[in-house]
């Protein structure tokens, strides 16, 4: 059965901090993997995908990664603003069957002033 | 250009009452999907549709249906409402498989 697991399920830093992401997946066959944000009380917003051929993508502040062999993606936060409070959602799609794409249950970060 | 829009944004329903959920976007989008949100739990697909006239079950579909009469509209129903379906439900759309999903506001819903 397809899995994505996410740590930690909490995080509070304090603003300015940097703070780091896990993603770990056993989705297959591989196709991609996206970083989600989700602002409370709204849907969640797109932040990179990455296929399996890439190891870094870069938006902004947020730098995420992926290691194809270990099946593990992490999302990096730089300088971290209090607009970077918010739920974080990594979700792996798998190639063929119904494209259903399958989703972690998040990571919820509070920077604090 | 909306996007993804969710009609009502809230609604408190009384066991055994049914309503219905409207999902529309502007996107000419083919796949629609419909999820709840529990605290928790993380977002579950509930019913998706690769094409209009098309429906399929997702993860969680006891206790909902769905129709894709038109291409823009995904239209999710509770016949007889439950306090298990107490949930915050989102819609997404996206042009094709393994593309982004674009959400709508959601929808929170209490069943008492």
């Known amino acids: 059965k397809n899995q994505v697991e996410q740590s930690p399920q909490s995080l509070i830093i304090l603003e300015g901090k940097n703070c780091t992401l896990q993603?770990?997946?056993?989705?297959?066959?591989?196709?991609?993997l996206r970083w989600y944000k989700q602002d409370t009380g709204r849907g969640p917003v797109s932040l990179t995908i990455?296929?399996?051929?890439?190891n870094t993508k870069s938006n902004g502040r947020y730098t995420a990664t992926l290691d194809a062999d270990t099946k593990q993606s992490s999302l990096h936060i730089t300088a971290s603003q209090l607009s970077d409070s918010a739920s974080y959602i990594c979700?792996?799609?798998?190639?063929?069957?119904?494209?259903?794409?399958?989703f972690g249950r998040g990571t919820s970060l509070i920077v604090h002033p | 250009n909306a996007g993804v829009t969710q009609t009502p944004k809230f609604r408190v329903l009384k066991t055994g009452q049914s309503m219905t959920l409207l999902c529309a976007q502007d996107?000419?989008?083919?796949?629609m999907y419909w999820y709840r949100q529990d605290p928790g739990m993380g977002l579950r697909l509930i019913h998706y549709?690769?094409?209009?006239?098309?429906?399929a079950k997702g993860e969680v579909p006891d206790g909902y249906n769905v129709s894709r009469l038109k291409k823009q509209n995904f239209l999710l129903g509770l016949e007889s409402a439950a306090p298990s379906q107490t949930s915050v439900y989102f819609c997404?759309?996206?042009?094709?498989?393994?593309?982004?999903?674009?959400f709508g506001p959601g929808t929170r819903l209490t069943v008492t």
């Open positions: 979700v792996v799609s798998a190639r063929g069957g119904s494209y259903i794409p399958t």
């Open positions: 996107m000419n989008h083919e796949y």
């Open positions: 990455m296929t399996f051929s890439e």
């Open positions: 993603c770990n997946y056993t989705v297959s066959p591989f196709s991609n």
């Open positions: 549709s690769v094409g209009e006239g098309t429906t």
């Open positions: 997404a759309s996206s042009p094709a498989p393994l593309y982004e999903q674009y």
